[in-house]
Nanobody, 125 residues
Framework: QVQLVESGGGLVQAGGSLRLSCAAS????????MGWFRQAPGKEREFAAA????????YYKSAVRGRFTISRDNVKNMLFLQMENLKPEDTAVYYC??????????????????WGQGTQVTVSS
């Protein structure tokens, strides 16, 4: 099990940038494939980006590909989401999540077992 805490959300104008961070506690962070998900008001939580255990493979929702970059630092136990050219439709609570130990990457919400509390991202038009 891993504990996750997100930070870096805020209010930004359309076209702006934000960098989300997720701090993981516990040992062996490199054993966890990780993902970023988001949930807009009145909508279901959806996949945004995922990264493999050692960061060699990344996956993105089509709507964010080319604008968002997921990365990780396994020495510092950190996960990041760099968001560029933000749009009002990116407004949501963003969550980082971990898959079970030694699992492969997934784009499915139900495949993730540990979740942070979320950080709000609001993009104004």
């Amino acid at each position: 099990q891993v504990q996750l805490v997100e930070s870096g959300g805020g209010l930004v104008q359309a076209g702006g940038s934000l960098r989300l961070s997720c701090a993981a506690s516990g040992r062996n962070f490199s054993s966890y494939a990780m993902g970023w998900f988001r949930q807009a008001p009145g909508k279901e939580r959806e996949f945004a980006a995922a990264i493999s255990r050692i960061g060699t493979s990344t996956y993105y929702k089509s709507a964010v590909r080319g604008r968002f970059t997921i990365s990780r630092d396994n020495v510092k136990n950190m996960l990041f989401l760099q968001m560029e050219n933000l749009k009002p439709e990116d407004t949501a609570v963003y969550y980082c999540a971990a898959r079970p130990v030694n699992s492969v990457t997934s784009t499915y919400t139900v495949a993730y077992t540990d979740w942070g509390q979320g950080t709000q991202v609001t993009v104004s038009s």
